[in-house]
């Protein structure tokens, strides 16, 4: 037997008494659960894009409500007894669905008539609702355009009727989206506004949507995903946005309409102490190979070796800054390691007459890591950075050992 369903006549119906046909244990699921089927119900099931409602039927809590075929399945977390129950339905969850589900309506209708977009699909999920436009990417003008107008209709406060007829005689009366379907249909309409067929909840006038607020759009396969939430959810979202950018204002010590030039001069301040922190490494790094330079024994063939170690907190652009000034000197090589990390940079200079990069093959044929470079510079990376010490170590004698 079909479940007779209560919500098409009255959307604003949340308790009603109704008959258990059937009450079977739920084969899936963790938890155990039953499925129960009345002979009708004011919960509706998930179903053209509109979440299920949450209830009660008795002592039973509702955890799911499905649509099969002609039965309504609702999920409860006890056993019911076969016969009379009261049900009733979670009103702040379905008023919710109701206010976003009609908002939809309303403003696919006006993307469509004033913007030739039609949409393709929506959803309505926990925190914001989409619609998906067909057609070009929609304008910052077309998007604000849209929710102006969909206001315009709420605050006009337009009555929001149930309407039966076949799908011809739909047709002709404009309807926005075409069905064929055979038999009855229902559609809704939004006097002066649109006409739709939908099987879901909506509320019973436009003023009751509240306010649609329209958010993001992104690119979705051939589509345009518009965001949007509408009534008590939009007041919110925009609670919520205002604390974020109080907190941004607050964060920058500046006013909330001043947090964009603000992040904006912050962003480029950091770019430029970034810059100079550079400049500076760099400098640091060249004076200090200068040094190391200064202090270095000059081996028979004119060649200095400087070896060393850098600790925590060095920068691979200081470690590059020092090698490069080495390496700038007449027979200079700089064997470098870093004991945190475990970076190995070995550079040359060309007239040092070594090759770089052979060397730190060398190295890895000891100490495992890898890496590579040119004959005047090479650098790679060990896998065990307590190996950092030993392996510029190891570098050094291979070098003196005249190879
Ligand atoms: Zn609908």
């Known amino acids: ?208 949507i509240g306010i649609v607020l329209v958010r993001d759009c992104t690119k979705m396969r051939q589509d345009w995903r518009v965001e949007f939430v509408c009534g008590l959810r939009a007041a919110r979202v925009s609670r919520n946005d205002f604390q974020l950018l109080h907190r941004a204002a607050e964060e920058l010590g500046c006013a909330p309409e001043d947090v964009p030039g603000a992040v904006q001069r912050a962003v480029a301040e950091r770019d430029l102490h970034f810059k100079n922190m550079r400049t500076l490494l760099q400098r640091v790094a060249e004076a200090d190979a200068a040094a190391a330079l200064r202090s270095a024994k000059v081996e028979g063939n004119g060649i200095r070796v400087i070896a060393q170690i850098f600790g925590e907190g060095n920068q691979p652009e200081y470690l590059n800054g020092f090698a490069t000034g080495i390496a700038k000197s007449d027979k200079a090589v700089a064997l470098l390691g870093m004991s945190a990390e475990g970076n190995l940079l070995f550079a040359q200079n060309p007239a040092a007459g070594k090759d770089m990069n052979a060397l730190l093959k060398q190295v890895f044929a000891q100490f495992a890591g890898k890496g590579g470079g040119t004959r005047d510079f090479a650098r790679g990376k060990l896998n065990d950075a307590a190996q950092a010490n030993r392996a510029v170590a190891f570098a050094r004698q291979f070098l003196a050992s005249g190879s």
């Not at 076969?82 to 009733?88: A, E, I, P, T």
């Open 1 to 208: 037997m079909e479940t007779r369903r209560l919500y098409y006549d009255d959307s604003y119906q949340r308790d009603f008494s109704a008959q258990v046909l059937s009450c079977e244990p739920e084969a899936h699921g963790a938890t155990p659960a039953w499925n129960v089927v009345l002979d009708c119900t004011a919960l509706y099931p998930t179903s053209g894009g509109q979440p299920h409602d949450l209830g009660k039927l008795g002592e039973a809590n509702v955890l799911d409500v499905r649509d099969e075929g002609e039965d309504v399945v609702h999920v409860v977390d006890r056993e019911l007894p076969l016969g009379s129950v009261k049900g009733c339905v979670d009103w702040g969850r379905r008023f919710d669905h109701m206010q976003q589900h009609t908002g939809q309506h309303l403003l696919s209708a006006m993307f469509q008539e004033r913007y030739g977009r039609p949409t393709v699909s929506f959803h309505l999920g926990n925190d914001l609702c989409t619609v998906d436009l067909r057609g070009p990417e929609p304008t910052e003008e077309i998007l604000e355009g849209a929710e102006r107008a969909a206001n315009q209709v709420i605050s006009e406060d337009r009555p929001i009727n149930v309407r039966y007829g076949t799908a011809e005689q739909f047709a002709e009366m404009g309807v926005r989206k075409e069905v064929q379907r055979a038999g009855i249909l229902r559609a809704i309409e939004i006097e002066g506004a649109d006409l739709q067929p939908c099987g879901g909840t909506h509320v019973r006038s436009t003023a009751q």
